[in-house]
């Protein structure tokens, strides 16, 4: 059975840091392109970072470079997003994918409040 579990999103001030993680199982985490999307509600979910399954390359979206880091643990089956420098405007449900085509699979997402 395969499972995505995000965990550790919360309220936390402009300026400040968190960091989600993802723990899965299931399925081959090694082989997987994994992925952090996020969502507000009336808007399309919207991709934040993702991780090649091969080679582990990396990419961003614009609005997150050079404050949010992408990285994963293999042994762990494990996905994380360390986010720095968090704006009002990173209020969102994020989520984690795992995507193999045609397989792809969908954590059920956490909250992150940035708010003063």
């Known amino acids: 059975q395969v499972r995505l579990v995000e965990s550790g999103g919360g309220l936390v001030q402009p300026g400040g840091s968190l960091r989600l993680s993802c723990a899965t199982s299931?399925?081959?985490?090694?082989?997987?392109?994994m992925r952090w999307y996020r969502q507000v509600p009336g808007k399309e979910r919207e991709l934040v970072a993702a991780?090649?399954?091969?080679?582990?390359?990396?990419n961003y979206a614009d609005s997150v470079k050079g404050r949010f880091t992408i990285a994963r643990d293999i042994a762990k089956y494990t996905l994380y997003l360390q986010m720095n420098s968090l704006k009002p405007e990173d209020t969102a449900v994020y989520f984690c994918?795992?995507?193999?085509?045609?397989?792809?699979?969908w954590g059920q997402g956490t909250q992150v409040t940035v708010s003063s």
């Open positions: 299931g399925f081959t985490f090694s082989r997987y392109t």
């Open positions: 991780i090649l399954g091969t080679g582990g390359s990396t």
């Open positions: 994918n795992a995507l193999n085509p045609p397989l792809s699979y």
